[in-house]
């Protein structure tokens, strides 16, 4: 329930700024083998101070070992220690696109797509394209040859389930009806 710290009497430096920031030592007044640069306190293990000074040279020493007993808690509640930082989480995997098998970038019109099928059949759905193929329809759509037969591209697009009925036609109506008003103006001539 206890743990024992012992203190080697350091003492605050009085002709420091800030008299707690500093531990001193009394160079003329220590044990022997303290403070030397053999000693346990040297440089060379590591006690110096922020800008360079040694803590050797410091002027008071208090000649004093004491042991403080310190009451530790077993239930952490006083130890308020920062917890680890959580780990990003991992990057989304989608299944490859089903019409090209491209990096698929997420769920699009019911199947994992790429881009740029799913712009492909946004697009054509969207305007109503009517395509034909030129090699009886038995073309083989994938990464390299998805863009040599339209036709067999949006055949496979509906084959592996993408919906007409997600593709939404509203935006490409709102964008025309906005034209429409500014393009149309009638003027009437009086004579």
Same mark, same amino acid.
């Given at each position: ?34 403070? %030397? ?5 040297? %440089? ?28 530790? %808690? ?111 103006? %009638? ?5």
């Amino acid at each position: 329930m206890y743990e024992s710290v012992d203190v080697v009497g350091f003492s605050p430096s009085p002709s420091s700024p800030s008299a707690g920031s500093f531990l001193s030592m009394d160079y003329y007044h220590r044990p022997p083998g303290l403070g %030397t640069e053999k000693g346990p306190l040297s %440089t060379a293990a590591g006690f110096q101070r922020p800008f360079g000074g040694s803590l050797v040279n410091s002027r008071h020493w208090s000649g004093s070992s004491h042991s403080i007993e310190t009451e530790s %808690t077993s239930s952490g509640e006083d130890l308020l220690l920062p917890s680890p930082p959580s780990p990003p989480p991992p990057p989304r995997v989608y299944k490859p696109c089903f019409v090209c098998q491209d990096k698929s970038s997420g769920y699009h019109y019911g199947v994992s797509a790429c881009e740029g099928c799913k712009g492909f059949f946004r697009r054509s759905i969207q305007k109503n394209m009517v395509y034909t193929c030129h090699r009886d329809k038995v073309c083989v759509i994938n990464k390299v040859t998805r863009n040599r037969c339209q036709s067999c591209r949006l055949q496979k697009c509906l084959d592996v389930g993408m919906s007409r009925e997600l593709v939404r036609n509203d935006r490409m109506k709102k964008k025309k009806d906005e034209k429409k008003p500014a393009e149309v103006e %009638t003027y009437v001539l009086s004579a």
